[in-house]
């Protein structure tokens, strides 16, 4: 087994040390998910690992022959080079054959009649069944293309930020490493390339450490989740799912935490198997169970540093945001055409869709910034908008934190009169006291974002715009403004291609589908992407009204068989019996030693069995339920 073995290794920059004798192992088959607040050191330990910043001290060790691939998150490209030549650009025998037999393929094609280029081609080919590279070079071209790549001609120079990425990603995944390390891999794919990567990482056979904030991904992709806080490595078992039930039963039981989110993670918890699951109006004993678990957890008394806060607003009268045959076109692309809408308040709105399709123009059409070729967009008169803006803005590095959030006012009032003081605030968005007295300049870019978005909230918008929140903030600050919005009286509206932060604070969906053409959905986001693949039924409607003789009526169910009354009955037990089990599981998890991965690896393999089962027991459930009689 290929084993990467890190050895009391530490980091500083200046007088902030980020992490200090860390020791860990990675090995073949691990999937790891590495969170951890912004400025913690997560990218600092990535590039650690691959050797692009080393570390102050300590030691990494490798077998002979180990390789790595990194994914940063602005990709290290040579912008004189082509598409062909990064994405093929590895050291290895095949790659060299690769990038001959291409060559020879481009020229014998621009001429075949040219007798150098045939012989170029026969030697090329030649080689490529000699080292029996054809297999490869079908698995690059399947990543090229899931990733929607496909002029290899293009100079990476020409290239967006976006299409960069998606390069960068090629490139490693196609390098097939021992160590695949991925910072922010989902950045800047579309939903079609999020699914295919995930079932690409299920099945590959090296190591994988990631950093990401789409919690879908790491709940698919992750086996372990290390947690990077306060300078210390903490390690869960399971995806990210197996994580949040871990932290809560840890923070019921850790009264020194620093910060005391045990409600926050029972509610966090609770949504990922009532909200995720509950889709179906009839697995209504399981959503009972966890509304039994939010009870008990609300009888408690509520912590200092508990983010559920229901903040003060001003009044948001009736009319909110109205579009009237709103057109607008930049350049070549068409934004809206004919576009109406109605805004009303309370509302929760995701907005999501192609790359530049137009979605920050929206919100930039909202907020004044643009304005319609025609048509008319109008807010009401009590708006009070917050717009957090996807491009980067410079915040005054000789600024204070402190004193940078005081600018917006010394303290934030809730709608039950209670006043939240900066500094109390500050706690609540993940920046200790200890950071306070700090210098802008010397937070990360991640901690920048964070201290502009509390600022403005700070500001209480009744109208808040959120444009691609997700990009830049962690896992943890996600998680606590989703309860924020979840307690905001106001409207939102958020630009996102995060599918469970859509899930989350989103109930209203447009959908972007390029050239003007918006698709509208009520409910979550998910459950629109699942709809959006369905077949249409409109072929098989048309045939039925050309029949002319009309089919027989089917026969309506209308109660259930005596035995399917015991069935329906049984299966209640059942799913509380594999859910005990599931929960039995778990506890054992949690008592193996984070180094003895073979009982890891089978312990979640039965988890997983089971959890299968209970999703089919649900189904079934779900089916006998609607024809109980009352």
């Not at 082509?82 to 621009?110: C, E, H, W």
């Not at 350049?331 to 805004?343: A, C, K, M, P, T």
């Not at 409910?523 to 089919?551: I, Q, R, W």
Request: charged share 25%; proline share 3%; with cysteine.
């Amino acid at each position: 087994m290929q084993t990467l073995t890190a050895d009391a290794i530490s980091k500083a920059y200046g007088d902030k040390q980020l992490f200090r004798n860390l020791d860990f192992l990675i090995n073949e088959g691990d999937r790891i998910g590495l969170i951890g607040v912004n400025g913690t050191g997560k990218t600092t330990l990535l590039n650690g690992l691959a050797g692009v910043d080393p570390f102050d001290a300590g030691a990494v060790v490798t077998p002979k022959n180990y390789h790595i691939s990194y994914l940063a998150q602005v990709p290290a490209l040579d912008p004189e080079k082509k598409i062909m030549d990064a994405v093929y650009g590895g050291s290895s025998p095949i790659f060299d054959a690769l990038r001959q037999y291409n060559r020879a393929l481009a020229a014998y094609t621009a001429d075949p009649m040219d007798e150098a280029a045939q012989a170029a081609y026969t030697k090329a080919d030649a080689r490529m069944t000699q080292l029996d590279a054809w297999n490869a070079d079908t698995d690059i071209k399947t990543i090229l293309t899931q990733l929607h790549i496909t002029d290899l001609d293009q100079v990476i120079g020409s290239l967006s930020g976006g299409q960069q990425k998606r390069v960068g990603l090629a490139q490693v995944l196609i390098e097939s490493p021992d160590l695949l390390i991925l910072d922010e891999p989902t950045n800047h794919l579309d939903f079609d390339s999020i699914d295919w990567l995930e079932a690409y990482l299920s099945r590959y056979k090296g190591a994988l450490l990631v950093v990401t904030h789409d919690r879908y991904f790491l709940d698919r992709v992750a086996n372990s989740i290390w947690e990077l806080d306060a300078g210390s490595l903490f390690k869960y078992a399971g995806n990210y799912e197996a994580y949040v039930q871990q932290k809560a039963e840890q923070t019921v039981k850790d009264t020194a935490a620093a910060h005391k989110q045990q409600q926050l993670y029972r509610q966090e918890l609770a949504w990922m198997h009532a909200g995720a699951q509950a889709r179906s109006t009839k697995q209504q004993a399981r959503i009972n169970r966890f509304n039994d678990l939010k009870d008990d957890m609300q009888g408690r008394p509520a912590s200092a540093g508990t983010v559920a806060m229901k903040v003060a607003s001003t009044r948001l009268g009736k009319k909110v945001i109205e579009m009237h045959d709103a057109s607008l076109t930049l350049g070549d692309h068409r934004i809206l055409s004919h576009f109406d809408w109605l805004v009303q308040p309370g509302q929760r709105i995701g907005i999501t869709g192609l790359n530049g399709a137009g979605k920050s123009s929206l919100l930039n059409v909202i907020a004044g910034k643009l304005k319609l070729d025609s048509g008319v967009c109008e807010l009401g008169e009590t708006v009070r908008l917050g717009y957090y803006t996807q491009l980067s803005v410079e915040l005054d590095g000789s600024k204070r934190v402190l004193e940078y959030l005081q600018e917006a006012g010394e303290e934030l009032v809730t709608d039950s009169g209670e006043r939240i003081a900066v500094a109390q605030l500050l706690e609540q968005f993940l920046f200790p006291r200890s950071m306070h007295g700090n210098l802008i300049s010397r937070l990360s870019g991640g901690e920048k974002r964070r201290l502009y978005l509390l600022k403005i909230l700070m500001q209480q918008p009744n109208v808040l715009l959120l444009d691609e929140p997700t990009n830049d903030l962690d896992v943890a600050t996600l998680t606590v403004l989703e309860d924020y919005l979840d307690q905001f009286p106001g409207t939102v509206i958020t630009v996102s291609h995060d599918r469970y932060f859509l899930d989350k604070v989103a109930d209203h969906l447009l959908i972007f589908q390029g050239q003007g053409q918006i698709d509208r959905h009520v409910g979550l986001f998910t459950d629109y992407l699942k709809s959006a693949g369905k077949p249409a039924a409109a072929p098989s409607a048309k045939k039925a009204a050309a029949a002319p003789v009309e089919p027989a009526a089917p026969k309506v169910k209308t109660k259930l068989t005596y035995a399917e009354q015991i069935e329906h009955r049984e299966l209640q037990a059942k799913m509380d019996a594999t859910d005990d089990q599931i929960s039995a599981l778990k506890a054992e998890m949690a008592q193996v030693s984070g180094d003895d991965y073979l009982k890891l690896g089978e312990l979640q393999q039965q988890i997983d069995d089971l959890n299968t089962k209970l999703d089919q027991m649900f189904d079934r459930f779900a089916e006998l339920d609607d024809y109980v009689e009352d």
